[in-house]
């Protein structure tokens, strides 16, 4: 069974860093890409970053240019360096990897694996 485990999480104040961390455990499993995602009380899961194998990384526009997420996609790791927090980025952050598998039809698809979650809160 594969398990992500999330670490990192906690109170800072607006303006603060904080640096969350992301490693898997249990069965082999090979990711193409992982990913951030976060959700805020009474609100849906979000996107927030995802990164690649090769390094490239794509982000939300609402953390474009204050967050950066960063893995190592073959050792199934994930970082997200979180600056210039606003309490508008209290969630709980949630790690994702995705990884390729064929079905019937031949097509390939990802399936997803997820995190148990870590709670980051911004507030002074």
């Known amino acids: 069974q594969v398990q992500l485990v999330e670490s990192g999480g906690g109170l800072v104040q607006p303006g603060g860093s904080l640096r969350l961390s992301c490693a898997t455990s249990?069965?082999?499993?090979?990711?193409?890409?992982m990913a951030w995602y976060r959700q805020a009380p009474g609100k849906e899961r979000e996107w927030v970053a995802t990164v690649i194998s090769d390094g490239s990384a794509i982000y939300a526009a609402s953390v474009q240019g204050r967050f950066t997420i960063s893995g190592d996609i073959a050792k199934n790791t994930v970082d997200l360096q979180m600056t210039s927090l606003k309490p508008e980025d209290t969630a709980v952050y949630y790690c994702?990897?995705?990884?390729?598998?064929?079905?019937?039809?031949?097509?390939?698809?990802?399936?997803?694996?997820w995190g148990q979650g870590t709670q980051v809160t911004v507030s002074s």
């Open positions: 249990g069965s082999a499993v090979s990711f193409n890409a």
């Open positions: 994702n990897g995705k990884a390729p598998v064929r079905v019937g039809s031949g097509a390939v698809v990802p399936k997803n694996y």
